[in-house]
C-alpha cells in the first residue's frame, strides 16, 4: 500500500465518517460542523487530483462562504436550542433502505462491469488557476456571462423574498 | 442567439424599471414592449437563419429553425400571458419590476434549453429556469402556501440538480471522448456500458422531474396550487414545455442511436404519467389543483414524443405546446379572475359571462383533444408519431383509453359553466375588460385554426 | 272484356279502395254512404269472383306479375297473383260470405258512433282485401303478406271496443300468437329460398323445386313443420289455438267473418295451396292429423261445458277446423277444402244467428240466461237450428258430406286407420252433442233473462235475417257440390279442383262407406236426442264439478301457458332489466367509472403534502427505473 | 488510484446525501444534504477528468481535462446562487411559521 | 356547378353555416322558421343530389383538397350511394323534426337550433368523408353538440346521463383513432408534389393498406367497439336507454333515427372494406352478439314502463339485427341493411314524434299513467299505430321488406340465427301491442284527460312519414335500385 493510497483512505473515510455525522448529530449546529469537516476532506481529494484552484475555491466557496451562510441562519433562529423533532421511525428506515439499495445498485453494477481504469494522481496542469482561467474566458466565455443571470435572479429573489413588507 | 441576448437583457431593464417607474402599470408595459421585441428578433433571426449581435459560443448553442420555431411559440405565448394576465401580476406583491424581470430571466432559460449543445448549457439553462421560479412561486410572502409550495418547489428542485448533475458525471466519466457537448458522446457499439447507462436514467430522472412526470411528479400539485395562480400559468405551460424540449433535445441528439435501449423506461414513465395525471386530477375539487393534475396528464401525452422521437414527434411537440399553452393560459386568465377555485365557481358562467364561458369551453374542449381544436391536433401528431415508431402499439391505446378519463375532468367544469344555475358574484366584472375579452376570443380562434390548419406552424420547422 | 282474369287485380283493390274511403272520410260519411261503400266494394269483387269463378272453371288460369317486390340480383320477388280453381274458390267463399257479413253488419253496427261504424267498415274492408291478397298471391311471399295482413284485421276488430281492457288483452293475444306462426311461415320461406331461390308456388312446386327440397336433409319435413306452425298460428290449433275463444271479444259478424268463415281457413289454404309439398312429408302429415284430431277433441269437449254463445261457437269452430286438419294429415285435401266451404257457410250462419240472439238480448251473451226463444226470433231460430244440422252432420245437408269424406279419409288410412276413424267419429259425436246443447239452452224451454230484456225480445232486422236465409238455405245446398260416388253423385268439387289439388288416393269402396255413413248419422242422431233429452227444459245448473270443472275452464291450458311460458319469460325479462342491465352491464360500465374516482381518491393520498415522502417516493421510483435499466 | 474508488466514495457520499435528505426534517439540514450531493458530483468529476488525461483519449483536445473543472466550477457558482435563494425562502417561512420543519409542512395536499 | 362547389359540400356547408347564424337570433319563432326553412334548403339539395348520380356527373359528387399534405390527409369528400341514402336521411330527418317539434318551446332557442345544425353538419360530414382522419373529425363533431343539446334541454338527470354518453363515445372513437392510425401507417407511401413520400389517410389506401391477417384480426375490434358504441350493440349499449330518456325528444330523434346510423355506416364504410378478413374472420362473433343483444333488449323492452325506454330498447334490437345482417355477407341481407338504414331512421323518428307529443301535452312518460289517448287523440293514435305496426314490421310498411331481407340473409348463413333472430319479431309485437294497447287504448285516465289531438305541424310531419312508411312498403324496388351500387361495392370487398 503506497503513501497516495493510504492517503486517500483517510480522506475518504474522514469524509464519509464525518458525513454520516452530519446525518447523525441531533444539533444543526453540529451538523454544519460535520459538513465544514467533509469539504475539508474533499478539498484533500482535489489536491490529490492536482486541482488546487478547486480545492481552493471549495474551501473559500462552501465551507467558508456557504456554510458559514447556513450557521447564521441557524443562529438567527435559534436552532440549536429546539431539537429536531424525530421522524417517524419506520419512513426512516424505509429512507435509509431505499437511498442504501440505490447506492448497492450502481455500485454493484458499476464495481463488477468496469475494468480498471486509472485516475491521474499528483500530475497533470488542467487544474491550475492559469489554465483554468484561460479557458474559462475564451471557451466558456457564454456560460460565464450567463451565469450572471442566475446571480441577478438570485439576488432579485433575495430582495423579493428577503425583503420585508 | 437574439432571444438569449435580448431576454437576459430585458431582464436587466426590468429590474431597474421596478425602481425608477413610477406608476405600477408601467413595468408590465416595458414588459410587454420586450417580449414582443424578443418575439421580433426572434422572428428575424427565424427568417434571415442570422443572428443579429453574433456571439462565439464554442458550438455550445446550437440555433436552427426548429428551436427557433419553438422559441416563437413560446414567446407567443408569454406575449398572450402578459397581455392577459399582466394585471394579475402586479396584484401580486409590491415588486413588479422584478416579477417581470425574473420571467424575463426565465426565457432566457428557456432559450439556452432550446439551445443548448452541451450538458453544461443544459445544466445552467435549468438552474437559470428554476431558480427565477422558486422566486415567484414564493412572491406571495404573506400566504403559507404559496411560503410552502416555495419551499417544496426549492428542496426537491435542488435534490433534481444533484441527480442532474450525477448524471453528467457519470456520461462525462463513460464518454471516452471526454466531453460535454451532446453531440459529442460516444456511445460505443452494442449494450451501454453501465456508467453511461447510469448517467443517462439519472438525467431521464431529473428531466422527467421538470417535466412532472410520474414518479417525479409529486411536487407539481402542490406547488401549482401554492404559487400564485397568475405564475402557476407561467410555470404550467412555458417552462414545462420548455423542459420538454430540453428533454427531447437531449435524448435525442446525445442518445436517440441507442433509443431501443431506453424506450422501456419511457414506456413505464409515460404509462405512469397518465396514468397518475389523469386518474388522480378526477377527484379534484379545486379547478386550480385539476389543471395541475392535468398538466401532469398532458406530460403524459407529450412524453410520446419521447417514446417515439421521430420527426412527427418533433413536429408534434412544437405543436403540443403551442395548443397546450394557449389554451392553459387562457383558462387560467379565467380562473384568476374568479373568486372562487372549486368547480362549483365556475357554476353557470355560460349565463353570467357569455364570452368567458364560451372560450373557456373551447380551451377545455382543445385540453380534451376534441377535433378541429389545436388539442387534437397536437395529440394526435403525438399519437401518430408513436405509431410511426412502431414499437408498443398499445401505449397508444393507453394514451387514447387515458384521453378518454380526461374528458371526465374537464368536462365537469364545462358542465358548471352551461348547465349549472348561475352562482352569485363568481366573477368580478369590472376586471374583465373588452381588451381582456377580445384576446380571449383571439386565442379561441387561433386554438381552432390551429386545429384545422396546423402547417402554418409546423411549416416554420422546415423553413 | 278478352279475358275477365286480366281483370283479377281489381278483386284485392276494391275493398282496398273501400277501406281508404271509409277511412279518411269516416268524420264525413254518413252510415248510409258508408255502408253503401262497405258493401259495395265487396259486392262488386264478388261479382268479379263470380266471372273469375267461371272462367277457371273452363280451366282458364292466371299468373302474373305487376311489378317487381323485390328484385336483387340472385333473386327476385315479383308482386304475383296466381288465380286457378283453388283460389278461386275462396275467391267465392271470401267474397260472398263476406259480402252478406257486410250486409248483416249494416243493422248490427248501427248503433254505433258514426265515426266507430265507418272505422268498423274500413276495417272489414280492409280485412276482405287481405284476405284476397292471401288466396291470390303467387308466392309465399305475397301470400305472406295477406297472412299478416288478416292477422292485424283480426287484431284491430277485437279490440274494436278499445275502452275495454279486456277485449284489448283479446286483441294483443291474438296478434301475438299469429305472429308465432308467422315466424314459423316466415323461416319455410327462409328455407325454401335458399334451397329453390325463389318463392313463386309454381317454380317452388315444379319438379326441380321440389326436387331442390327434397335433396337437402330435412328439408321438406323441415319446411312443412314450419309451414304447419304458421298454419296452427291462423287456423288456431294446438299449441296455438287459445286465441281464437278470446277473439270473440270482436263484434259478432267479425267473429263470423275472420274466426269462422274466412282467416282461420288460411292454414288449411295454405297447405292445401302447398299439397304437393306436404304429401312428400310423412312425418308432417303424422303430425298433423294427430294435432287435428287432439284439437278436435279437446275444443270439442271444451264447447260442452261452455255457456258463452259464442264461446261455444268459437270452440266448435276450433273443434272443425281440427277436422280439416285431419283431412290435411290423410292426404284428404279436397275434403279439407270441401270442408272449409261449407263450414264457412253453417258457422257463418251460426255465427251471424248467434248475433241476432244477441242483438235481441240486448248484448247478453250468456245461455244460461237466454231460453225459449223461439217463439220470439223464429227466423233466426230456423235458421240457427239448420246451421245446428248442418253441423252436426244430418245427410242431407252440407256438413253430412263434407265431415263424410273427412272420416272416410281418415278409416281408410293405412294401420291406424280404423282407430282414428273411431275419434274422429267420436268428436263428430261431441259436435252434435255441444251444438244441440246450444240450441236447446237457447232456442227451447223458458226464458230465464230479466223483465226487461224479455220485453224487448224482437226479431232482428231484414238486412240481419235475409243473410241468415241466404246462408241456411247455403247450408242445405252447399253440400251438393261434393256428392259423393257412392251416392251417386261425381264430386264436382273434387273435379273442379283436380288441376291444382289432387284427389285422396285410397278409395273404399261403395258398401264401406254406405256402413260408415249409416253408423255416424246414426249415431249422431243419438246424440241429439242425449242433447234434447237433458237441454230440452234446461233450468240452470250448479257449480261443475270434477271432470266437469276441468272442461268448463278449458283444461287450465290458458293457466298453463301463463305459468309455462308467460310468466318465466316476464321473471326473464325482469331479470334481464333489474338485474343483468342494472347491475350487471350498465353495473360494470358505472364501476369502471367508480373505479377511476375511487383510485382517483386512494391515489390523491400519495400528495400527503410532506415533501420527505415524496423524496421516499422519488427514490423508490429511481430504484424502479434503474433496475429496470440495469437488470431488466 | 482505481476511479472505481472514486465512484465508489462519491456514490457513496451522494447515497448519505439521499438518505440525509429522506430522513431528516430539518429544512436547512434538508438543503445541507443537498450540497453534500452536489460536492459528491464534483468530487467525482475531478475524478473523472483525471481519468481521461490518464486514458489520454483525448489529448487531441488542449483543454481537455479542463472541462470538467470549469464544470465544477460553475456547479459550485450554481450552488452559491441556490443558497442565496434557498435560504431566503426558509427564512422566509421561519417569519411567517416559526419553523423549519417541513413535515409540518402539509396545507398542500390531496 | 360540378366545378364550383360539389353536392358533399353543400351539404355539409349549408347546415354549418346556417347553424352558426342560428345562434345570433334572439328570438324563438324566427330562428324556428329559419332552421326549418334551412333545413329544407339542405333537404333540396340532398333531393337534387339523387338526379345526379350517374357516373358522368362524377366532378359533382366528390371533391378532393389537399389539407394536412405532411401527413396525407385531405379534404376528401364524396357521395356514393350508400352516403348519398344517408346524407338523404339526415335532410329528412331535420325539417321533419324541426316542423314536428315546432310546438315545444326551448330556452335560447337561437342555440337549441344552431346546435342542432350543427350536427346536422357533422353527420352530413361524416357520411360524406372518404378520408379517414377527415371522418373522424365529423364523427367527434357530430357528437359535440348532441352532447351540449343533451345537457342543456334534457330531463332530470340529463347531465349524469349525458355525460356517461359522451365518455362511452368518447372513449370508443379514440379507439377508433388508434385504429386508423395503425391502419395508416402500414397505408402504400405515396409521393407528394413536394417530394415527401407519406401514407394517406384516403379510403382507397385503406383499402389497400397491407395488414396481415393477425393485424387485422385486432384493428377490428378497434373500430369495431367504437361502432359497435355508437350503434349500440349489446353489451356496449348502456348509455343508450338513459341518454333517450334524458335527452330532449327531438335530439332523441336524431339520436337514434341518424346518428345510430353512423355506427352501421362505419361498418359498411370502413370496417367491411379495410378489414375484409378479419370482418369475415368475426362475423360470427359479431352476429352472436347482435343476436344476443336482439333479444335481450326486447325481453327489456317487454317490462318497461317508461315508453321513451321502451322505445330506445326496441331500437337496440332492430339495430342489433342491421349490424348482423351486414356481418351476414350475401346480397339479402346486406340489401336488407342498407335499406333498412333509411327505414328504420324514418320509422324511429315517427315514434319518437308521437312520443314528444304524448309526453309534452301529458307531462308523464311511463305506459301505466297513461290511458285512454285514443279516445281524445284519434288520428294521433292512427299514426302512432302504423308506425308502430312498421316498427315490428308488418308487411306493406317499409320495415317489412328490409327485415324479410335481413331474416332470409340471416337465414343461409345459418338458420338458427334466423330463428333466435325472429323470436324478436313476436317479442317486438308483445311490446309494441302492450304499449298501444295501455296508452292508447283503455279509458281517459287523469294523465290524458286534457291531450288534444296533433297541431297541424304534427300532422304534415307524420303524414310525411306514414307516407313514406307506405310508399316503400308497397313498392321498395326504387330503394334497392338505389342502393345497388353500394351492395356491389360491399360484397366484392368481402369476397
Redesign the interface.
Known sequence: MNIITLIFILLSAMAVGSAVMMLLSKNPVKSILWLIVVFFAISGHYIMLNAQFLAVVNIIVYAGAIMVLFLFVVMLMNLNSTEEPARNMRLQMVGIISGGSLLLILLSSLMKTNKEQLVLMRVGDAGLIKNLGNVLFTNYVLPFEIASVLFLSAMIGAVVIGKKN | MNAIIFSATWGIVMMFSGVFAKSKSTPRWLAIAGIVLLFIVNAIELNNGQPIFFIDAKDMVRINSFNLTFLAVVFGCTLLYFLLCGKDVEKVGEHVGEYFALIFFVLCGVTLVATYNTLLLLFIGIEILSIPLYILTGSDKRNLKSNEAALKYFLMGAFSTGIMLMGIAFIYGANPNASFFINNIDLGTGQLSVMMASGLVFLLISLSFKVSAAPFHFWTPDVYDGAPTVFTSFMATIVKVAAFFAFIRLFENAFGKVHAQWQTLIVVITVATLLIGNITAVFQQSVKRMLAYSSIAQAGFMLLALFALND?AK?GLVLYSAAYSLATIGIFAILIKMSDYTVEGFNGLGKSQPVLGLTATIFL?SLTG???TAG?QSK?YM??AA??N?HH?WI??AA??F???S??YY?RVL?AI??KPVKENVIAAADLTKGFKILLILTAIFIIVLGI???IL?QWLYH | MSNILELAWLIPLLPLIGFLINGLGRKILSKGWVSMVGCGVILASFILSVMVFMQTKNGIVLNTSY?????????KIGFEFKIDQLSSLFLLIITGVGFLIHVYSTAYMHDEDN?DFAKYFSYLNLFVFSMLLLVLGGNF?IM??GW??VG?CS?LLI?YW??N?GY??A??KA??MN??G??GF??A???I??LVGSVNFDVVFSREGLSAITNAPYAVTGITLLLFIGATGKSAQIPLYTWLPDAMAGPTPVSALIHAATMVTAGIYMIARSNVLFSLAGHTQTLITVVGLATALLAASIAIKQNDIKKVLAYSTVSQLGFMFIALGTGNYIAAVFHVLTHAFFKALMFLGSGSVIHAMGGEQDIRKMGGLHPHMKITSITFLIGCLAIAGIPGLSGFFSKDEILAGAYSVHGYGKVLYGITLFAALLTAFYMFRLYFITFTGKFRGTQDQEHHLHESPAAMTIPLVVLAILSIIGGFVGVPEALGGHHELAAFLSPVVKAAEHQLDHNTEYILMGLSTMLVIVSILFAWSKFKNYKGEGEATGFGKVLQNKWYVDELYQSVIIHP??S???F??NV??KKG??GF?NSV?KAVHYSSRQLRLLQSGQVGLYVLLMVIGMLALFIIQLFV | MDIKAYIALSLTLFSIGIIGVLTRRNAILVFMCVELMLNAVNLLLVAFSKMHAASGIAKASVHYASDAQIFVFFIMVVAAAEVAVGLAIIVMLYRNTHSVDINFLNRLKN | MGTFITFPELLMWLPLLAGIVCFFFKKGPAVKSFATAASLVVLAVSVTSLFYADAQFKSYNQVNYV?????GNSLYLGLDSTGRLLTLLTAIAFPVIFIATQKNNYKNPGSFYGLMLLAQAGLMGVFVSMDALVF??FW??AL?PVY?LC??WGGEK??QST??F???T??GS??M??GI??V??HTPARAYDGGIAAHSFALQSFVNSSLTAPEQNWVFW?FFVAFAIKMPVF?F???QPDTYDQSPTSVTMVLSGVMVKMGLFGVIRWLLPVLPEASAHFANIVIILCIIGIL?AS??A???DNIKKLVAYSSIAHIGLMCAALFSFN??ST?GALIQLFSHGINIIGMWIVVDILERQTGVKNISQLG?V??KA?VLTIFLVIIA?ANIA???TNA??GE??M??GL??VN?LY??AA??S??LA??YT??MI?KA????VVPATSAIKDISFGEKAALFGLVAFIFLFGV???PM?DFT?DA?KNILAVVQ
Not at chain 3, 67 to 75: A, E, G, H, K, R
Not at chain 5, 67 to 71: A, F, L, N, R, V
Not at chain 5, 440 to 443: I, K, T
Open positions: 412527427r413536429e374542449l376534441i377535433p378541429l387534437f394526435f399519437l401518430l405509431v410511426e412502431g402499439f397508444v391505446i387514447v383509453l384521453a378518454a378519463i374528458a371526465y368536462f358542465q352551461w348547465f390548419y396546423p402547417e409546423i | 311489378f317487381d317486390f323485390i328484385n336483387v340480383t340472385s333473386f265515426k311471399v305472406f303478406i299478416e295482413g292485424l287484431y279490440g278499445f275502452k281492457k284489448t288483452s286483441a294483443n296478434f301475438i305472429r308465432i308467422d315466424l316466415l323461416l320461406t327462409f328455407w329460398i335458399k319469460l316476464k326473464l325479462s325482469a334481464f332489466n343483468l342491465e352491464i350498465d360500465v367509472g | 389539407w394536412m399534405k405532411q401527413i373522424y373529425f367527434e363533431l359535440i351540449f345537457s342543456k340529463r347531465i355525460f356517461k359522451f365518455v362511452y368518447f372513449a379514440l379507439l383513432l388508434a392510425l395503425y395508416y401507417m378497434l353489451p349499449h348502456t348509455w335481450y325481453c327489456i317487454m317490462v318497461q346480397e339479402l340489401q285512454g285514443a279516445q284519434p305496426l308488418l308487411p306493406l317489412f321488406v324479410f331481407m331474416f332470409g337465414f343461409s338458420p334466423a330463428l325472429g323470436i319479431i313476436i309485437a308483445v301491442l302492450k294497447q292508447f287504448y283503455g279509458e313498392m321498395p324496388q334497392i345497388k351492395l
